[in-house]
């Protein structure tokens, strides 16, 4: 995520207070770096750790569990509900969620 999206995502109207925390001359408040902590990078695969915010230690990115993404867990639930299912869902959202089916064809 670029650093102007993060300052915006935390409702700063620029990215210079987020450039300043970067570079130790001010400091978050706690409520930011928990803001921040809940942002996920471009990938959408991580987020920042809450104890390398804090502290500077460790790993500063940690993955994002299925727990935290509802639209895979979601996914993930239409996939093993089988193929009634899975052609109601994709009726419904007009969408092939098989690659290479058609309408006609069965899962």
């Known amino acids: 995520m670029r ?3 993060a300052a915006e995502a935390l409702g700063y109207s620029t990215s210079s207070t987020l450039r300043q925390a970067c570079a130790g001359t001010t400091f978050l408040s706690v409520e930011k770096l928990l803001l921040l902590a809940q ?27 299925a727990a935290e993404d509802p639209y ?5 639930r239409i996939v093993l509900a089988g193929p ?11 969408v ?5 089916r058609n309408d006609g064809e069965k899962a």
Do not use: N, Y
């Open 96 to 100: 092939h969620l098989v690659p290479g």
């Open 39 to 65: 942002l996920t990078t471009a990938d959408g695969k991580a987020k920042a750790s809450i104890d390398w915010l804090l502290t500077g230690e460790g790993a500063p990115t940690r993955p994002v569990s």
């Open 72 to 76: 895979k867990s979601l996914l993930d």
């Open 84 to 94: 009634e299912i899975q052609r109601q869902v994709e009726a419904f959202l007009d």
């Open 3 to 5: 650093i102007e999206s």
